[in-house]
Structure formats: structure tokens, C-alpha cells
């Protein structure tokens, strides 16, 4: 039988021991440390004395350092383990000193030599067993560098059923609630199935762990399998790679719940990052080497924290010294993401140019900093600032500006510099300047790195976009839109715009007409309200001009109300009135926007006309709706704010495209609206019909699995009869899969007359897949949880003859007795568990302690052959009504209690249900807090006041985040419900 432990475990043991250069050393840790030790002390202690001369000159001075980081790794559990991890990463660094110089002079201290890698000792160890207190955990691989863990991972057999990476990712997350003590130094994690390999940093969501391509390899192994997993390990797991994230590839923020985020490069900015950083490297030292490079990340990739890594490198990099780094954007809503992005990551010395003039000074001077400015401040300089060889200029949007003077004038000013383009959207080929720029003619299409919107897809960076076109009532005359994209093409001659004037005043007048805004926002709001909002998402609506902001504003206020939505605009050059409704500063739209990210905030719908359509970063908005003409760039870079991937906290439900509802027809041009040379984006965005056609082909699939069962029928029988046609595990799990494809296109579509045939059919299958979907299920790739349409659907139609997996109900009527016992066995397959499981949630209670007492008594009764299948059914079957009993007896005395207690009794109840080993045994305790904080937030009436939910609901998600239970969405919404029901 083969074990994960002698197949993936040794795969990967063998592949790190085997690196050239330098190769993992397979070591059993536990001899040397125990188990209650983080560190390996005898191995840190040497290399503290080997890379520190004032410590080798007395050894002693070693223990004070561990003593210090054996403080910091203990703060885990009150500090937090991120800001803990961060701290240790400072150490690692040797951004940490101590008094071991003369007359106590603080020198650094250097745990880890990483500009020669040589002179550290590189260890794995597997089935490494960590201890705090009565806790106790085994990691299947531990990596260590000079004793210290800064890779943990997580194996499992790629021959058992239904387990994947994230059944490993999701045990590496326990293990850091567990034991986070031993997570303090960590650089990253890893789980792999054997087929497939993931990583992820602490605290990352599991569906943001990503896969790894070394450098030039993901053409060649796009798929999981042996060859992918072979290049993964070499690649990510090397120790150069390792050494190299964690000095140049990770940063930290705080997010805006003020919580402390560690992020770890993805692999597409590590290629990216180190290419850009050897080529300026090399370029600070060779006068012939190429001093550009061209490189394109597909929208939603990351580029802003690419420029963070990548800056972070040049200014590490002894090879360039310490170059100065000049971030230029060519708008001012980028320049204050982009130095909010640095910001937020706490890397040292980036300022921004404030004017200028400014910028000429700390160019001429020869300041080494990173300096954030857009290309306008190179306006006025008409001179050469700096002959420098190491500026190094990290040009955002390359494509805009860059063939035009101001461009011109940059390189003028800076003519030793190195430049790197980097644009989230293809070049075309008639953009020559720009290749001539930054393409350099050897890289591969003249590409330095090349992110596509399909490797994009392939890794979950980003998701589908769809467009849904609106019907003929919302569109304007086409000869007016076809000007329209003419106005908006590159380079028109004066002549040619004044000719566009008049035509393009006529589109003004007809997209603003009074009874057309009204009927597009009506359809918006029946839009939102029936797909959008019931999923948890939120949307932008874009509009011709500020004129039109101010319109639809006010009609969605009169049909969603005032707290619905919101303008982001410039309004210089409006009304006064304007300035004084809409005007905000810089703080204030800040605030407005983190309202706007807030998944329990009401402002749901931002209305925008220039604003936020590039730049702006916000997951949750899933649809934009579209009544502006746009074209290239612009339009791509504008839709791609619905493409960002987004599961709302503690919940499993995640965003499954994006959605572009299009009034104008701007998609229905799509050879004027997206003119790129790149095939790699002629699909970019796609009709949502595509979805509505493949539905059919998906449920097909899903009814194959139950040939000759009838339908039509109701009941347990016909129940049983469909679950018996999935017998096995992998027949199951093949049926989950295909089912879980089938739920998101239902999600994407509902409601929708065309599914309305499919109707019964679709709802026949959740019945199936729930009855049959463990309750232990642990694989989110495989049983996911019902989407909210789904489990509307569904709810709408309940039959209480119809058990779902967790039995409502054990009264047995007489038709279902009399079917169990003409198949015995079969009823004791799907009776036993179901009482059990009733059981279990009342322990505590005398009187169903004693019953499940009796059915342990039976079922062994059973296993040692006291007793024969039809005669264990009876004794179930008895068993079942005398629990019903009780349970009617104990609802009864329930309701002779005050509602409020009667809450208390039912939330209990659902936390006894919900209870697996991640759940805290202190349920009353959790109750009562709960009990306490709804008591405290409620008034009278607040079911029927959005601030009154909003207020209960948060009370309620505090709570649970206390008790690590965040992530059960359907557990939150259970116990919602409940206080709504009795508070």
C-alpha cells in the first residue's frame, strides 16, 4: 500500500538533497533539539559565532541573541504571529544590533549570510514534532537554515480519494492557530497532492496559496503533474530562492481593519523582480549590457507590489551599491496608489517628487532613495540631471506616454539610466517607440517577463470577465457610438478633432436624455438587486460625464435609496453646489472607498466617470455597469476592476468572474473597442451567454451519473435509489466535481428565464449532492458549500419527506420503515450515522447521553455478530423514535422559557451541531459572550433598520473571529438567523 510518506514525502525529501549548488542536507532534528524547541540551538549558536566577529571573539555573546529571539518567538500568542514574524524577519536580516562593540557600540547581528549562501548550513528534517504545553504537532517537512524553520510543508498521498494541497494548506493554517511559536521565523509553506504543488505565506487565504514556475518553465509544464511538481520543488524550495524571498520578495502591510499582512511574491513577480534586478546589475557594471526591458502582467497581477519587490531587490543588491530608484506614473490617482502601496509596506526611504522642481534637486544631488513622481514633473527640465549609471526607472502604464515628449525629455535628463517598462495591458505593434524604449530586441517578442491574461486565469490571479448586453431600448443611434470610438483614437490632428465636436455633443445629449437614465437605472437596480447584491458583492457604475454622475445619482437614490451609492469625481470646474455635495479630499475619499470595500458598510454602488478606473483596487466589486464608450487601454484597463478574485471573510463563497453589463453596446464593437496585435487578449472579455449556452452540456453531465432513475419521484426511496448509484468514494467526488462546476454556472446566471426548464432538474441534484456530501468534508475544491441562489432555490422547495445530510428530523414514518427493512443494510448505512450524529449533538444532556450510550451498546452488538443486520435496524429504528421524543420533550420545555432564552437554547444547539476539533469546547462560554454583545448593540425594531443589522451583524462576526470560527459562512448566517428570529 502506498503511504504519503513513502512516496510525495520522499519525492520531495529526494529532490531537495539532490540540488546542484547547493543541496538540503536530510538531518533528524530531534536529536538535537526538543521538541518543545523552536530553534535548533547548537546549530544557531555556531553560526552566530562563524558569521559575527565580536561573537567570535566571545562565544558567551551568542546565548544573549537566543535569549532574544527566544523572547520574540514566545510573544506569538500576545503580539500576533504576523508582527511577530515580522520582527524575525528583521533578525534574519541583520537589521537587529546589540552592544558587543567596543564600549557596548551596538553591531548588527547576523543570523543568515545572504550575499554568500555558501557560508550557511542547510538541513531538512521530516516528521518533525513541535510541543507547546498539551499541544502536540508533527510537520511532514521542516527546512531549516542554520537552525532555524523557515519552510514548513505539508504532504499528501496522491493515491487517497478527495485529498489534494488544500486538505495540507488548511492543516498548515490549524497548525498556526495551534502552535504558532513555531511559525515565528517562517518564510513560507508549502503543501503538495503529489500532482500539485501550492505555497502561501501566514494567514493567506487558502484560495490565494499559488503555484510556482521556476523561470522559463511554465510553457513547458503548464498542468500539474510529475514534471511540474519536479520544477516547483527544484525551483521554489532552493535554497537561493528561499534566501532570496525572504530578503528582496516579502513585505508587510496593515490592512484596513488594521490587522498586520505578510505578503510573499507570487511566482510571476519573482521572475519579473530578479530579471529586472540582475539586468540593472549588470547594466551598473558593463557599459555594453542591455539597459531596458519590456514587461507585461496582465491587469489584477500585482504589478504595484512588483515594483515593491523589484525596488526592494535593486536596493539590496551589493552588485548595484545603492542605486537610486525612480517609480514614474503618468496619472496622479496612480501616483497615490503607488506611494500608498510603498507606504503601507514600510519600506525605507521612498518619497515622492512634490513638484518639479523638487525632482531635479534629488536627481542632481545624486539622492539614493526611491522617488515616486508622475512624468509631468519632467515638464520643464530641459537639462541633464544626473549621468548616473545606477538610476534605475520603473515606468508604470509604459505604453501612454512613453513615445511622446515627455518621455523624451526623461531620458534626456537621465541618459546613463536603466529603464524598465512595465504596463498591464499588450502593446501594440504600432507603438514602436515604445518597443524602441524598453524592448529590448533579444528578449523573447521583445518581452523581459510576459504574464498573460491566460496564465493569469490558469493560476486564479484573476478571473473570467463577462459582458451581458443590455436590449435595444437602452442603445443609441450607431453612427453616433462609431464617433464616439473615433474621437477616442491616438494621435487625431487637430482638424480631425474640431470635425468630432459636433457629434460628439449629440452623443452627449442623447446618453443624458432624461427618460433614458431613468429606465438604465431601473434596469441597474432590478439588475443589482436580483445578481448582484444576494451573492455579497458590489459595482460601479460608469457614466459619460460629471454631468451624468450627478443624474444617475439621483435617480438610483429614489429606487435604492440615498445610503445605496455614492459619486467618486473630480468637480473642479463644477457648480458651486457640485463642488459642495461631491468634492472630497484626499483623506475623504479615502474613507468613502475603505466604506466602499466594507462587505457589512451599505454603500453598495459607486458611480464614476473618470475616477477609479485605473488603479483603484477593490475584490468585492463583482459587476460594472457600462454607459460610457471607451476603447483599448482604457476600456481594458477600466473592466479589469471587476476581475480581482474575492471571498467575503468567513466565508467559503468566492467570486467566479467578473460581469460588464454593457447599455451602450461598446462590446458589440469589439474590433473598435480592443485593438490589440496580441492574440493573448481577443477574448478577454466574453459574452455572458457563453455561460447560458454551456449549462445545458454541465447538467448533462451531472444527470449522467444516475441513469434510469426517475426524477419524478419523491420521497426517501427515490433518494436512495440515486445515492446508490455513487457507491464509492471516487465516484462521489467525480460527481462533486462536476456539480460544483454546474452550481457556479447557476450562481453566474440565476435568475434567468432561460434556466427555468432546468429548474426541476437542478434542484433534483443539490438534494442528491447534499445528501451524499460528508459532513466531515474537508476539501473546499471538492464540497463546496451552496451558493446563496442555490440554497434559495432550494429552501423555497423543501419537502420534509426529503432527508437532507443531517436529518431535521428521526420521526420514521411507515413507508420509510417498511423500504429499510426489505434492505436492511442499507438502512443501517444511512440510519446509524444520521442518529449518531443527532446524538452527539446534545451531549452534555442526561437524557440523550443515555440513548447514546445504548446505540454505542448496539453498534457493537452489531460489529462482533451479537447481533444480525435486520435485527440491529429494528433496535435503530426503536432508538430513533425514543430520540424524537426526547427531542419534542426538550423543544416543548424550551418554549415555555422567555424568547431571549429560548435564542440562547437554540444558538447552543447549533453550536453543539457545528462543533468538529477546531471548535471551541466552550460553547456556553461563547453563547452567554454573544448573548451579552446582541443585548448590548439591539434596540427595539433593529431587524427592520439596515444600521440595526449591520450593528448585530458585526457584533456577531467579532465574536465568532474570537472563537476561530470566521470561517463558516453558513454557521454565521445559521446563527443570525436565529438572534434575528428570537431578539
Known amino acids: 500500500m502506498f503511504s504519503e510518506k513513502d512516496t510525495v514525502q520522499a519525492f520531495v525529501t529526494d529532490r531537495l538533497t539532490a540540488l546542484p549548488e547547493l543541496a538540503w542536507i536530510q538531518q533528524d532534528t530531534q536529536r538535537d533539539r526538543a521538541e518543545q524547541d523552536v530553534l535548533v540551538e547548537s546549530e544557531l549558536r555556531d553560526a552566530l559565532i562563524r558569521l559575527n566577529p565580536t561573537i567570535s571573539a566571545d562565544p558567551d555573546l551568542a546565548d544573549e541573541v537566543l535569549y532574544r529571539l527566544t523572547a520574540l518567538i514566545r510573544s506569538a500568542r500576545g503580539e500576533g504571529i504576523v508582527k511577530a514574524n515580522e520582527d524575525f524577519r528583521s533578525w534574519l536580516l541583520g537589521e537587529k544590533s546589540m552592544p558587543f562593540g567596543p564600549d557596548h557600540e551596538h553591531v548588527a547581528i547576523h543570523l543568515v549570510d545572504f550575499d554568500e549562501p555558501a557560508r550557511n548550513r542547510y538541513h531538512i528534517s521530516t516528521e518533525v514534532t513541535f510541543c507547546r504545553g498539551a499541544t502536540r504537532r508533527r510537520f511532514d517537512h521542516v527546512l531549516w537554515v542554520n537552525g532555524i524553520p523557515l519552510v514548513v510543508g505539508e504532504t499528501k498521498s496522491a493515491t487517497r480519494a478527495g485529498i489534494t494541497w488544500a486538505d495540507g494548506a488548511l492543516q498548515l493554517d490549524?497548525?498556526?492557530?495551534?502552535?504558532?511559536?513555531?511559525?515565528?521565523?517562517?518564510?513560507?509553506?508549502?503543501?503538495?497532492?503529489?500532482?500539485?504543488?501550492?505555497?502561501?505565506?501566514?494567514?493567506?487565504?487558502?484560495?490565494?496559496?499559488?503555484?510556482?514556475?521556476?523561470?522559463?518553465?511554465?510553457?513547458?509544464?503548464?498542468?500539474?503533474?510529475?514534471?511540474?511538481?519536479?520544477?516547483?520543488?527544484?525551483?521554489?524550495?532552493?535554497?537561493?530562492?528561499?534566501?532570496?524571498?525572504?530578503?528582496?520578495?516579502?513585505?508587510?502591510?496593515?490592512?484596513?481593519?488594521?490587522r498586520k499582512i505578510k505578503n510573499v511574491c507570487r511566482y510571476q513577480q519573482y521572475e519579473a523582480g530578479r530579471r529586472m534586478a540582475d539586468r540593472?546589475?549588470?547594466?551598473?557594471?558593463?557599459?555594453?549590457?542591455?539597459?531596458?526591458?519590456?514587461?507585461?502582467?496582465?491587469?489584477?497581477?500585482?504589478?504595484?507590489?512588483?515594483?515593491?519587490?523589484?525596488?526592494?531587490?535593486?536596493?539590496?543588491?551589493?552588485?548595484?551599491?545603492a542605486p537610486t530608484v525612480l517609480i514614474v506614473v503618468d496619472r496622479l490617482d496612480l501616483d497615490t496608489q503607488i506611494t500608498s502601496t510603498f507606504g503601507a509596506s514600510d519600506i525605507p526611504n521612498v518619497v515622492t517628487a512634490g513638484s518639479g522642481d523638487n525632482l531635479g534637486i534629488m536627481l542632481a544631488t545624486g539622492q539614493r532613495k526611491i522617488i515616486v513622481t508622475t512624468i509631468h514633473k519632467f515638464q520643464n527640465l530641459d537639462r541633464v540631471l544626473s549621468t548616473r549609471r545606477d538610476i534605475i526607472c520603473l515606468v508604470d502604464e509604459a505604453h501612454r506616454t512613453q513615445d511622446r515628449d515627455l518621455g523624451q525629455k526623461m531620458r534626456d535628463a537621465l541618459p546613463g539610466?536603466?529603464?524598465?517598462?512595465?504596463?498591464?495591458?499588450?502593446?501594440?505593434?504600432?507603438?514602436?517607440?515604445?518597443?524602441?524604449?524598453?524592448?529590448?530586441?533579444?528578449?523573447?517578442?521583445?518581452?523581459?517577463?510576459?504574464?498573460?491574461?491566460?496564465?493569469?486565469?490558469?493560476?486564479?490571479?484573476?478571473?473570467?470577465?463577462?459582458f451581458e448586453p443590455r436590449d435595444a431600448r437602452f442603445r443609441i443611434d450607431g453612427e453616433v457610438i462609431d464617433a464616439e470610438f473615433e474621437k477616442l483614437a491616438e494621435r487625431l490632428t487637430p482638424r480631425e478633432k474640431a470635425a468630432m465636436a459636433n457629434r460628439a455633443a449629440r452623443m452627449g445629449a442623447l446618453i443624458k436624455g432624461s427618460e433614458r437614465i431613468r429606465m438604465v437605472c431601473e434596469d441597474i437596480a432590478r439588475h443589482f438587486q436580483e445578481k448582484v447584491e444576494p451573492e455579497g458583492f458590489k459595482a460601479q457604475v460608469v457614466v459619460f460625464d460629471q454631468e451624468a454622475c450627478v443624474r444617475y445619482k439621483k435617480h438610483l437614490d429614489a429606487v435604492l435609496g440615498p445610503k445605496t451609492s455614492e459619486v467618486v469625481m473630480s468637480t473642479q470646474g463644477q457648480p458651486q453646489e457640485i463642488q459642495e455635495r461631491f468634492g472630497r479630499d484626499k483623506d475623504e475619499e479615502a474613507a468613502l472607498l475603505d466604506r466602499f470595500r466594507d462587505p457589512d458598510d451599505p454603500l453598495k454602488i459607486l458611480i464614476v466617470t473618470a475616477k477609479l478606473l485605473t488603479g483603484f483596487d477593490a475584490p468585492i466589486v463583482q459587476t460594472m455597469y457600462l454607459d460610457k464608450v471607451m476603447r483599448d487601454h482604457t476600456l481594458l484597463q477600466a473592466v479589469c476592476r471587476v476581475n480581482r478574485p474575492y471571498r467575503r471573510p468567513g466565508s467559503e463563497q468566492a467570486k467566479s468572474h467578473g460581469l460588464i453589463v454593457d447599455y451602450l453596446g461598446v462590446f458589440a464593437r469589439l474590433g473598435q473597442a480592443m485593438r490589440f496585435d496580441e492574440r493573448a487578449v481577443e477574448r478577454a472579455v466574453t459574452n455572458i451567454k457563453e455561460l447560458r449556452d454551456q449549462f445545458p452540456d454541465a447538467l448533462r453531465k451531472c444527470l449522467d451519473f444516475f441513469p434510469g432513475v426517475d426524477r419524478a419521484e419523491d420521497g426517501y426511496e427515490a433518494l436512495f435509489t440515486a445515492q446508490d448509484k455513487l457507491p464509492d468514494?471516487?465516484?462521489?467526488?467525480?460527481?462533486?466535481?462536476?456539480?460544483?462546476?454546474?452550481?457556479?454556472?447557476?450562481?453566474?446566471?440565476?435568475?434567468?428565464?432561460?434556466?427555468?426548464?432546468?429548474?426541476?432538474d437542478y434542484r433534483w441534484l443539490v438534494k442528491v449532492h447534499q445528501s451524499v456530501r460528508p459532513s466531515n468534508a474537508t476539501s473546499p475544491l471538492l464540497w463546496q458549500v451552496l451558493g446563496p441562489k442555490t440554497r434559495e432555490l432550494v429552501n423555497a422547495h423543501i419537502h420534509a419527506d426529503v432527508p437532507p445530510e443531517r436529518l431535521e428530523t428521526l420521526i420514521i414514518d411507515a413507508r420509510m420503515a417498511e423500504y429499510l427493512q426489505r434492505v436492511p443494510d442499507r438502512g443501517i448505512r444511512q440510519l446509524e450515522p444520521r442518529l449518531q450524529d443527532r446524538l452527539g449533538r446534545r451531549r452534555g444532556e442526561p437524557r440523550f447521553d443515555s440513548l447514546a450510550q445504548k446505540l454505542e451498546r448496539l453498534r457493537q452488538q452489531y460489529e462482533t455478530g451479537q447481533l444480525v443486520s435486520r435485527e440491529y435496524l429494528y433496535q435503530l429504528l426503536d432508538l430513533a423514535e425514543q430520540t424524537a421524543r426526547a427531542e419534542a420533550q426538550a423543544e416543548a420545555e424550551v418554549k415555555e422559557q422567555d424568547p431571549r432564552e429560548q435564542g440562547k437554547y437554540a444558538l447552543t444547539r447549533l453550536f453543539e451541531s457545528s462543533r468538529?476539533?477546531?471548535?471551541?469546547?466552550?460553547?456556553?462560554?461563547?453563547?452567554?459572550?454573544?448573548?451579552?454583545?446582541?443585548?448590548?448593540?439591539?434596540?427595539?425594531?433593529?431587524?427592520?433598520?439596515?444600521?440595526?443589522?449591520?450593528?448585530?451583524?458585526?457584533?456577531?462576526?467579532?465574536?465568532?473571529?474570537?472563537?476561530?470560527?470566521?470561517?463558516?459562512?453558513?454557521?454565521?448566517?445559521?446563527?443570525?438567523?436565529?438572534i434575528r428570529q428570537y431578539y
Not at 427 to 438: E, M
Open 729 to 760: 468514494d471516487g465516484t462521489r467526488e467525480a460527481f462533486a466535481e462536476k456539480f460544483a462546476r454546474l452550481s457556479r454556472l447557476w450562481e453566474a446566471l440565476a435568475p434567468d428565464p432561460k434556466l427555468s426548464k432546468h429548474v426541476d
Open 280 to 321: 540593472a546589475a549588470a547594466a551598473a557594471q558593463d557599459p555594453d549590457a542591455p539597459r531596458q526591458g519590456l514587461v507585461w502582467h496582465f491587469q489584477g497581477s500585482g504589478k504595484s507590489l512588483l515594483m515593491v519587490f523589484t525596488a526592494q531587490a535593486l536596493r539590496t543588491d551589493p552588485r548595484t551599491g
Open 417 to 466: 539610466a536603466v529603464f524598465f517598462g512595465l504596463t498591464g495591458t499588450p502593446i501594440n505593434r504600432t507603438d514602436v517607440n515604445t518597443f524602441k524604449t524598453f524592448g529590448y530586441e533579444k528578449d523573447p517578442g521583445r518581452y523581459l517577463s510576459r504574464y498573460t491574461q491566460a496564465d493569469s486565469l490558469r493560476d486564479g490571479t484573476t478571473l473570467p470577465l463577462h
Open 916 to 978: 468538529s476539533e477546531g471548535t471551541p469546547v466552550a460553547v456556553t462560554k461563547l453563547v452567554e459572550e454573544i448573548d451579552n454583545i446582541v443585548d448590548a448593540v439591539r434596540f427595539p425594531g433593529w431587524q427592520h433598520t439596515a444600521g440595526g443589522e449591520r450593528e448585530v451583524k458585526k457584533a456577531l462576526r467579532r465574536t465568532l473571529v474570537r472563537y476561530q470560527l470566521q470561517r463558516d459562512e453558513e454557521l454565521f448566517q445559521k446563527a443570525y438567523d436565529y
Open 174 to 258: 490549524g497548525y498556526q492557530d495551534n502552535v504558532p511559536e513555531f511559525f515565528v521565523p517562517n518564510a513560507l509553506c508549502f503543501a503538495t497532492d503529489g500532482r500539485d504543488l501550492r505555497y502561501g505565506s501566514l494567514r493567506l487565504p487558502l484560495h490565494l496559496w499559488s503555484p510556482w514556475w521556476s523561470p522559463g518553465l511554465r510553457e513547458q509544464h503548464p498542468e500539474p503533474g510529475r514534471e511540474y511538481l519536479r520544477q516547483a520543488v527544484d525551483g521554489l524550495l532552493n535554497p537561493l530562492t528561499v534566501l532570496d524571498i525572504i530578503r528582496n520578495f516579502t513585505v508587510y502591510s496593515t490592512d484596513d481593519r488594521h
